[in-house]
């Protein structure tokens, strides 16, 4: 790895950097949904920051006292802390699935989740039963007028932004057919040449198979579909996030085997049904956005990959930088994912991936060798040459753990800054927010939840972006935790 400079705070935090009692108090549900102001603040919420962090992610871990399986199956929760005037205001609602209802009418389990959540009466009862819940539980966006909370195998649930009422599933117009998927991770080109300069959300969706197909989604800022085109790839592709560059979408189909006997014997949920193939390359899916050129897939060594932070072009070159696994974290059906074992699996890894278009090759180099996820990047640089990147990471510098610290990536100087919550905070997603009117690349916040395990209650950390390392410039404390979530994102609009 190559050597850089981290600038952190003096820490008095023993190596072993947390109690798997504190992770584990973070993934108890919270039922209650609230509405108020935040009034218990350490430091000063900067007045310039103006404008509503959403979040989603599952807030049941179980329904009725039956624990659900794993946290990517319980129903999607959506946070709303909007900032004016150097106050904020919480609320948090649940998304109103059809499946979310039904279940807290009967008082329990009556959908199979992907992850392994089963319906109660052992496999007989499951077999054979292969409807999906869809439980808008991944990330939740402001685009077009519409909030949207997404779920990646079926369509979007819209809500009401000022409210988080429910307002039902939306088509993007009459686009989506009723369940057709649309992923839970768009990109938002901030100039798109096709229209003109104007920003353009970018999306995808999977049909998975013996082929697959994907789906571009190309939407305007009125949230008009401006383009949708599909593709055909050979093999089961599990895709859950993707990369944009001006001209390309960049996916990565991870080497996986899929067999769906398990699933459908009521033995296993479909994601216990994925291994990993590490003798197999991942491959790299090049589609263009705006020309009939052909799709091209490119090799690289196995490895596994949930989220990327970027991606830019030079000439026929593409850069993407991405978190990448050794391997795919398997689900198995027996274990309690409270009772993980770290040490057992192997952490993410920040990695930039070089793909020569014309040759058709692919090299790739560490960038980043602690364990670390959520990249996020200013909104303005995203498909295009960037300097800084923040993401959550893990307090100490080798191993997996939990993430408990936010790290910020200097692309350029390799310097690090990182600001660690442990021993007993654990961090989400960081999201950067710029300052409004600068044009400085890192001049602006990054904005994430932390459960703090000390008061079993989360509190939003601001962080000033360019001195990240100093702590946070407020801590807004709230009256409740909020289980760990998975995405969100802000918007300028205030909403309260
Ligand atoms: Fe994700």
Known sequence: MQSFQLHERASTVPTNSYNRQDWQRGYESVKEESDYWIDDVEGQIPPELQGTLFRNGPGLLEVNGQRIHHPFDGDGMISAIAFRDGRAHFRNRFVRTAAYLEEQKVGKISYRGVFGTQKPGGWLANAFDLKLKNIANTNVIYWGGKLLALWEAADPHRLDPHTLETLGKDSLNGVLSDGEAFAAHPRFDPSCSQDGGAPCLVNFSIKPGLSSTITIFELDPGGKVLRKHAHSVPGFAFIHDFAITPNYCLLFQNPIAFNPLPFVLGLRGAGECIKFQPNQPTRIIVIPRHTEESVQILKTQSGFVFHHANAFEQGDEVFIDSICYESFPEVEPESDFREVDFDALKPGHLWRFHLNLKDKTVSRKLIEGRCCEFPSVHQERVGRPYRYMYMGAAHTDTGNAPLQAILKIDLESVERQLWSAAPRGFVSEPVFVSRPNSDKEDDGWVLALVYD????????????????????????????HIPYGLHGSFTPELFI
């Open 453 to 480: 395990a000390a008061h079993h209650r989360s509190d939003v950390v601001i962080l000033d972006a360019c001195n990240l390392s100093q702590g946070p410039v407020a801590r807004l404390h709230l009256k409740h």
